[in-house]
């Protein structure tokens, strides 16, 4: 059973930076792509980075890309979301996902494979 744990999030100023952590288990981690997609309030869901199982392939949407860095560590079985230059419109629910439609252009769809989430909140 897939379990993913995010942490990481809180309150941060504009201009501030930000690492999110997800704790991976009950598969087998280094063979599957994995991505981090963002909810903010009243919207609908949208992808944000995404690394394959190759750890030097990545993907960034073009509004993080160049502030936001993604890895993963597969002998941890953890992946990151490192957050630079923050600004208020990143306030959002982040959420990491075992999931690769990020690689495929199709929207993110939450499911099990999901974790619950970590809200980060950014603002003077």
């Not at 392939?57 to 953890?78: H, L």
């Amino acid at each position: 059973q897939v379990h993913l744990v995010e942490s990481g999030g809180g309150w941060v100023q504009p201009g501030g930076s930000l690492k999110l952590s997800c704790t991976a288990s009950g598969f087998a981690f280094s063979k599957f792509p994995m991505g981090w997609a963002r909810q903010a309030p009243g919207q609908g869901l949208e992808w944000v980075a995404g690394v394959t199982t190759s750890v030097s392939d990545t993907w960034y949407a073009d509004s993080v890309k160049g502030r936001f860095t993604v890895s993963r560590d597969n002998g941890k079985n953890m992946i990151y979301l490192e957050m630079t230059s923050l600004k208020p419109e990143d306030t959002a629910q982040y959420f990491c996902a075992k999931d690769s439609r990020w690689w495929f252009g199709l929207p993110p769809q939450r499911s099990d494979d999901w974790g619950q989430g970590t809200q980060v909140t950014v603002s003077s």
